[in-house]
């Protein structure tokens, strides 16, 4: 392949893979079945040239690769507030990776996707942090942290170099976090905890895998806040959850026989303190105005569509207010064979798909805070596209929706 | 002293030591070459042509894409001393080489060859990696 016989394309990613090799300082390539792309994001004049050069080479991904979001939401292109010419040039790009062969999935959460689900063991090369962290702690599928180009070049190869998460020992766990005693009992069954408690694992573990336990038994959609927080807060690739991830079904086995470097307690004070960091709005009370809530990042999926479907209830989004959900076009085609999409809509959600509201210009101009259940929206949406932010928990974004004004359930975080 | 390759090439310029790791996804605008992450206490500083030494990336995978774009605007640092290998970077560098024919070499220095650079200090990297200060 590095010879050209496969064309320049191919002997171009073959650099790469190996570049790549000789960084991680793996002696060998291993091959995968499947890979995920964040490159299709447009981040310049270079991105399109590195794509095209790629085209031009003849090059065409030889394992399964799903998309990660673009800049665009092709199916609903008049939510872009932008300028035209970005819009055209993320288009482009988005068509170039569909060029060299990859699924126009364009969601940071392929592992949401059914056909698209690697398994226990099985060596992939993943991009987007989130979606790294979920197919490794989850899924039990092996992926090390890949990027842009890095992602196609392994998808085009279908190698990847024998290092880092790929091999069992860089899997195991170095570091336990178990909840203090202090941690209400109902906190730890709530939604709203997980997300905040990723932020935490972030910080303390930075990029250690850690094993979390004395948690019980998690959904995917917790598993998933969880990851996504702690990719955003700390360069966590990896966590165990002890009795919900696959890789943990004892805590002695998260630690592959070996014996942790620290056991760290995690109590009520910390977790309030990582929760107030993702509000940037200052001196917000219950009953202030909020413009718009922002739910689904990570996409949502099926089951939070049809769990926001549900909590909403017949009631409407107030007027003036935006409510905008982003998830995966496949998943919307599912809600929308479900009638849940109907539902959705009738109460007027708006649905973003293809691309995510922190990236660009999609939400309404507003002075005012926007709410969202989503520590990674939270985390990056001050910094892209200049919102601040008020955190809460979906019931929470929610009826904030439906009355227009911020409303905070008291019972959530004990007594404060 | 010598530097780990993790992207070979030749540079020179006036070193600019960061103080913290900045993710070049929302800390490098790559028209400018400025510093533009609001959190980073160097925020404001000028990159371009610059020898940039750090104690390692940070963040965001996007951070490939951002230098290769810094690189073809013309406005990218003429080198990156690191003080941990990293892929992102690396990857970000030996692309630019490829679409641009422009080399910006990415370097691991050991702990107290990195700790003997100053700010503003003049920087010769040539191939290989060997480092020549003043």
Request: hydrophobic share 45%.
């Amino acid at each position: 392949m590095l010879d050209g016989e496969a064309g320049p394309g191919a002997a171009l990613a073959m650099r790469l893979v190996l570049l790549a090799a000789d960084v991680l300082q793996a002696d060998r390539l291993i091959p995968i079945t499947r890979a995920h792309v964040d490159s299709c994001l447009y981040h310049g004049q270079a991105t399109l040239d590195f794509a095209q050069r790629l085209i031009d080479g003849g090059a065409q991904v030889t394992v399964p690769t799903t998309l990660n979001v673009g800049t665009l939401d092709l199916l609903h292109p008049e939510l872009w507030r932008g300028s035209p010419e970005v819009a055209e040039r993320g288009r482009r790009l988005m068509d170039a990776y569909r060029l060299l062969g990859c699924r126009p999935t364009f969601t940071c959460a392929p592992y949401q996707l059914p056909d698209a689900r690697p398994v226990l063991g099985e060596q992939v090369a993943w991009a987007e942090s989130n979606a790294i962290v979920f197919c490794n702690s989850v899924l039990g599928a092996r992926t090390e942290r890949y990027g842009d180009f890095t992602d196609i070049a392994c998808a085009i190869t279908g190698r990847v170099p024998d290092a880092g998460l790929h091999t069992t020992d860089a899997r195991r766990a170095v570091l336990v976090m178990r909840p203090a005693a202090d941690v209400p009992p109902d906190l730890l069954e709530s939604e709203v905890l997980y997300p905040v408690l990723g932020i935490v694992l972030g910080r303390r573990a930075g990029s250690r895998v850690a094993a979390l336990d004395g948690f019980p038994r998690l959904t995917e959609d917790q598993l998933k806040a969880i990851g996504a927080a702690a990719a955003s807060s700390g360069a966590v690739a990896m966590f165990h959850v002890v009795g919900s991830t696959p890789e943990a079904a004892s805590l002695e086995v998260a630690l592959g026989g070996g014996e942790p470097n620290a056991i760290v307690q995690v109590g009520l004070d910390e977790l309030r303190e990582a929760r107030d960091g993702l509000t940037s709005a200052r001196g917000m009370r219950p009953g202030d105005p909020i413009g718009a809530v922002s739910l689904g990042t990570p996409h949502a999926s099926l089951a939070e569509l049809s769990a926001i479907a549900d909590e909403l209830g017949g009631e409407r989004v107030a007027a003036g207010v935006e409510l905008l959900v982003s998830t995966a076009r496949e998943t919307q085609d599912l809600a929308e064979r479900q009638g849940i999409l109907t539902r959705l809509r009738d109460a007027g959600v708006e649905i973003l798909v293809d691309t995510c509201s922190y990236l660009g210009p999609i939400l309404h101009p507003s002075a005012l805070p926007v709410m969202t259940d989503s520590a990674k929206w939270a985390y990056y949406a001050p910094g892209n596209i200049g919102a601040t932010v008020v955190f809460g928990s979906r019931t929470e974004c929610l009826r904030t929706a439906v009355s227009g004004r911020l409303w905070r359930d008291p019972t959530l975080w004990g007594a404060a | 002293m010598k530097g780990r390759v993790l992207s070979d090439g030749v540079a020179e310029g006036d070193a600019v030591v960061l103080s913290e790791p900045l993710s070049l996804w929302g800390g490098l605008d790559p028209q400018t070459g400025e510093l533009i992450d609001a959190h980073h206490p160097q925020r404001g500083a000028q990159l371009a042509g610059r020898v940039v030494v750090m104690p390692s990336s940070r963040g965001s995978s996007s951070s490939s894409s951002v230098l290769a774009e810094a690189v073809r605007s013309g406005s990218a640092p003429a080198a990156v001393m690191l003080g941990e290998p990293d892929l992102i970077l690396g990857v970000g560098a030996a692309v630019a080489a490829e679409l641009y024919d422009k080399q910006v070499p990415v370097l691991v220095l050991r702990p107290e060859d990195r700790g003997a650079i100053h700010d503003g200090m003049p920087v010769r990297i040539a191939a290989g990696g060997q480092i020549t200060l003043g």
